[in-house]
């Protein structure tokens, strides 16, 4: 249901490249609109609003309700104005005596079946039907209200965030459309015909049981309160909205924080939303009850020893500590002995503070971010190959596309807003390509099918990506006059004649990869030919030892058939965390500074001594894994946390453990005790998205405003306290808002020189580089030349893991995640999404399973040369015989327990997606699972609480 | 994986990664991988475990890291 104050003009716009206007008369004025618009829509752009009820102008019409009929001279009968195109000279009457009757007519029958309790309904007046009772003078229904009718059908309570009223249903059909045009999921029907006629999620289950995804798209449309969410039902409608952006995913999604008071009522996507254009998935939309969770932690604590309780003290007390324990520390160790770690979960300007921070006030370049551990490969393979560390197109550009090539992305699970578009071009006669060792739900799913699903061996990426190459190559598939226009010839030569080597060819490399070489052939033959080619690829191409040889195998096939630079193609990273991408750029790794450049570039250097006041240095610091190692040698000895769980997100965690346990100082800032804070001295209580300003980068460089709803509830935003903590150790910080951190980071970034926060409202959002040049930004990257200048291809030498299968482990692990839950869902979990994914699983093949005497839903063991956990097996034919995955959304479980410490090559992103395993049944938690739960329960003490607070 | 062990192995795997486009023009890449991305203490270790001769490192990282030996510090 619209906003109030949120126009809705019936019916969609014509395609952008329909720019024949037409000229009209509706009610005797004149209007001219673009070929191929709606009378409704056209009648609602000069501000003539015409009865609907079945018409929403984020669904194609359909026609249905008879409302919005009109009179046409020269025509005869009423049309459907939502149906009806304008055509040149065309003279309408949208308000007649005769249409006054019909449309009193139709509302008649509509109101004869429906519930008459305006006064106690949820909707409360924001109901499109009491609106158009209204609109057409609806003041007695004729067939009065003892007719047959479906008043006494029974409620659908069962999704934890929305009902589903059958008595409020109008049979518009606008949340089955929905479900199939905007999310493109068909969990909804029309069942039955006539009065029989009915909503029906899937084969008539309820709504939790159904295959609906719970994206919120249905209770959008509904004009009524047939779908409502709950927490309108709890606390009435809202009377005031913040636009915001969602902090979940990379695809940035913006809302609506819909409020009443201090109290958010629900998230509704923003349609002006340019990332998401109105659409959301179950945990923008849903999933942000944590902000309010009871075991969210407001008070900071310290302690000296992480065997003793927490002490709850003041802000002046917590910060003053945290400053002392660092210089401390830093005047017996040295500079170097500490360092700090950025969120892409927090803003911009908060994460530009962290490392500023550990530049400024700590000394050192001692600065990692999250990044490091999902796509640090994307930096360093697309700045070498292209000149830019980031993606190279907008989102809309998939509606170009002709070819669609997803590698190691789960899109519908990962990133759902965005697949949902992509469904929908593929709906339209895109092709698709899939390389994945799992076969995931858009593989095959509702109206879509892969044409080629390369279900490759875990870790062979870069061969199956040099394999098509061969083929590209080999059957002379490149585009030659693009290469020699954008790229360096003889680079390309020397690549052509290293991919084009027999043993690179797919018939060559079948036997490692386990994909038909006739399927590679085919695939190869499509993505070079098949017009416009995009690449959207996630984790399952980063986070391997040859995750940034894969990102610079995925360029160099984009650059040989001439696949980048404009609308329609790319190389397009799938970013996990909501600004991983800001993170990222705003100089939150130990090389360079924000705009990615290296700390050694002494013009770069000299413009933030002078902007900082103090020399910094011109040597990297230290990347996570190397802190940890550094810590267990006892030369790192404190740091600052963000925003970040690295016990449970970053791999091998014995030996995290090992890295924190051996600092003297952990000061950890987030919403809750995670599972790194039991390892933690300081405790700094985080704000959520919801309770602060600052800006959030999503994965198409896409900067949006982040905007305050609500009061911090732990007294503080991020981006304060960080700013405390510098002043305690003698900084003289002077912030009054983060857009003031904004304005310093575009005065010292080439790239963000003219993103401030008025542009950003002017614009709505902005897309870096924002320059001179380019003010409003820059949807698509590359277009006339390569930001390096020329193209650069790079031999990519497939060079197998260390990680080996055998008789002791011989089955290969892969992990992810999956549509409810989020990373290590800190946040998730405290929601009702966990009635979707309440634990764990390992997902095995029969024939691995009947091996070993495994029943779905048996526990087992799964065990590394790394460690051992135990959890539930969920057996499924989606991963291929020798192959295991499961998720890392649980502590009980802690999948990171098995992975390893192996990582790519030239960035040390760990390799979460091969780990040798066994798999055996079980019958109680591992050793290390009973050990953690202690040492997790007796770190989490609070002194003077009576439980801890997970 | 010891620290030492752990940075003999990233080296060693930075060196097989760039051996495709030749030993030459490995053993320089190596070098500036190792510049522009390592901590100084990491360097300064690796270049511990080079002089003690149990380093364990290839061809090509070993090349690298006596390259990197003659270098000026910065």
């Known amino acids: ?950 | 994986m010891s620290t030492d062990d752990h940075l003999i192995y990233m080296a060693n795997q930075i060196a097989r990664n760039f051996a495709a486009s030749g030993v030459e023009a490995a053993i320089k890449a190596t070098a500036d991988h190792i510049t522009a991305f390592w901590d100084p203490r990491m360097k300064a270790r690796l270049f511990a475990c080079q002089a003690k001769g149990e380093a364990g490192l290839g061809d090509i990282a070993a090349a690298a890291v006596e390259r990197l030996q003659g270098q000026p510090a910065q």
Not at chain 1, 127 to 142: F, H, I, N, P, T
Not at chain 1, 205 to 210: E, K, N, R, T, V
Not at chain 1, 387 to 407: K, N, R, Y
């Open chain 1, 1 to 950: 249901m619209a906003w109030i104050g949120e126009i809705d003009l019936g019916t969609r716009p014509t395609p952008a490249n329909d720019k024949a206007l037409v000229s009209l008369i509706i009610d005797g004025q004149a209007i001219e609109v673009p070929e191929g618009t709606s009378i409704m829509r056209a009648a609602a752009l000069m501000g003539t609003t015409i009865p609907k009820l079945c018409a929403t102008d984020s669904l194609d019409a359909f026609g249905s309700c008879r409302l919005c009929l009109v009179e046409i001279e020269g025509r005869n009968g009423y049309p459907a104005s939502c149906t009806t195109p304008v055509v040149p000279g065309m003279v309408v009457r949208t308000q007649t005596e005769k249409l006054k009757t019909l449309r009193r007519g139709v509302m008649e029958l509509y109101i004869s079946d429906h519930p008459l309790d305006c006064l106690t309904c949820p909707a409360n007046g924001d109901c499109e039907l009491q609106d158009q009772a209204g609109a057409v003078g609806l003041r007695e229904v004729r067939y009065g209200y003892d007719g047959r009718n479906h008043l006494a059908v029974e409620k659908d309570e069962s999704n934890p965030y929305f009902d589903f009223d059958p008595t409020k249903c109008i049979v518009c059909s606008r949340c089955v459309r929905a479900c199939d045009e905007i999310q493109g999921t068909l969990a909804l029907t029309i069942e039955d015909r006539g009065f029989a006629s009915a909503v029906s999620p899937s084969q008539g289950q309820d709504f939790l049981s159904s295959e609906c995804v719970s994206c919120g798209a249905c209770v959008q449309a509904c004009p009524t309160s047939a779908l409502m969410e709950k927490k309108v039902v709890e606390i009435g409608t809202p009377d005031r909205a913040v636009v915001t952006t969602c902090a979940y995913c990379g695809v940035g999604c913006t809302f609506r924080a819909e409020m009443r008071g201090e109290e958010l009522v629900r998230m509704v996507p923003w349609k002006d939303g340019k990332a998401n254009h109105g659409h959301s998935c179950v945990k923008g939309r849903f999933a942000w009850g944590y902000a309010q969770h009871q075991d969210r932690i407001l008070n900071p604590m310290i302690r000296s020893s992480v065997d003793e309780p927490w002490q709850e003290v003041s802000w002046e007390e917590a910060i003053a500590y945290t400053a002392s324990e660092f210089k401390r520390i830093q005047a017996k160790y040295g500079a170097r002995s500490i360092g700090g770690i950025t969120s892409s979960r927090c803003t911009n300007e908060e994460t530009f503070l962290v490392q500023k921070l550990v530049r400024q006030g700590f000394g050192n370049n001692n600065v990692d971010t999250c990044a490091r551990v999902c796509h640090s490969p994307t930096g360093y393979g697309l700045k070498t190959t292209f000149g830019t560390s980031a993606g190279t197109q907008d989102f809309d550009s998939v509606e170009q596309a002709d070819v669609i090539m997803i590698i190691g992305a789960n899109p519908t699970d990962g990133h759902p807003v965005f697949a949902s578009r992509m469904k929908q071009r593929l709906r339209q006669g895109a092709h698709l390509i899939v390389v994945d060792p799992r076969r995931i739900d858009i593989v095959r799913t509702p109206h879509v099918e892969a044409d080629f699903h390369l279900q490759l061996r875990p870790g062979t990426n870069v061969a199956v990506l040099t394999a098509m190459a061969h083929v590209v190559v080999t059957e002379k598939l490149y585009d030659e006059g693009y290469v020699r226009a954008r790229c360096d010839w003889d680079e390309f030569q020397d690549w052509a004649e290293f991919v084009g080597q027999a043993v690179h060819s797919p018939e060559a490399t079948e036997a490692l990869t386990k994909v038909p070489a006739d399927l590679v052939r085919d695939a190869a033959r499509l993505y070079a030919t098949g017009g416009n080619a995009a690449i959207y690829y996630g984790l399952g191409v980063t986070e391997h030892s040859q995750g940034s040889s894969t990102v610079m195998a995925i360029a160099n096939l984009a650059m040989a058939t001439g696949n980048v630079g404009r609308e329609g193609v790319g190389v397009n990273p799938l970013r996990g965390q909501n600004n991983v991408q800001g993170a990222c750029d705003m100089g939150s790794f130990p090389h360079e500074f924000s705009g990615y450049r290296h700390v050694s570039d002494e013009a770069t250097r000299k413009m933030f001594e002078q902007a900082w006041g103090v020399p910094l240095s011109a040597e990297p610091g230290l990347r996570i894994p190397n802190m940890l190692d550094a810590a267990t040698d006892g030369e790192f000895k404190g740091i600052f946390i963000q925003g970040e769980d690295i016990l449970q997100s970053d791999p091998n965690t014995t030996h995290v453990a090992a890295g924190l346990a051996a600092m003297e100082c952990v000061v950890v800032q987030d919403l809750f005790l995670n599972e790194t804070a039991n390892y933690a001295h300081v405790f700094l209580p985080g704000s959520t998205f919801l309770e602060k300003d600052g800006t959030f980068t999503n994965a198409e460089r896409r900067i949006q405003r982040v905007r305050k709803v609500m009061e911090p509830k732990n007294g503080y935003a991020d981006w304060e306290i960080v700013q405390l903590v510098a002043n305690a150790m003698g900084l003289g910080w002077t912030y009054g808002h983060p857009s003031e951190i904004m304005n310093e980071i575009a005065a010292l970034t080439p790239t963000f020189k003219r993103v401030n926060y008025k542009a950003l409202d002017e614009h709505g959002s902005l897309q870096w580089p924002v320059t001179d040049a380019a003010p409003a930004g820059t949807p698509t990257m590359h277009i006339d030349a390569f930001v390096r200048g020329r193209g650069h291809f790079v031999v990519t030498d497939y060079v197998p893991t260390d990680e080996k299968t055998g008789p002791r482990f011989p089955l290969l692990l892969t992990t992810g995640r999956i549509l409810s839950q989020y990373n290590v869902g800190a946040q998730t979990r405290r929601t009702d999404n966990v009635l979707w994914h309440e634990e764990d699983r390992l997902e095995i093949h029969p024939v691995d399973a009947e091996d070993r005497g495994i029943r779905d839903g048996d526990w087992i063991s799964l065990r590394s040369r790394a460690g051992e956990t135990t959890l539930r097996a969920l057996i499924t034919s989606r991963v291929a015989p020798g192959v295991v995955y499961t998720t890392f959304h649980h502590p009980d479980t802690q999948a990171n327990v098995i992975t390893t410490e192996y990582s790519d090559w030239a960035t040390n992103c760990p390799e979460y997606k091969v780990t040798a395993v066994q798999v055996m049944p079980s019958n109680g938690p591992s050793e290390w699972q009973q050990s953690y739960r202690e040492q997790a329960a007796h770190s989490r003490r609070i002194a003077g609480h009576v439980a801890a607070a997970e």
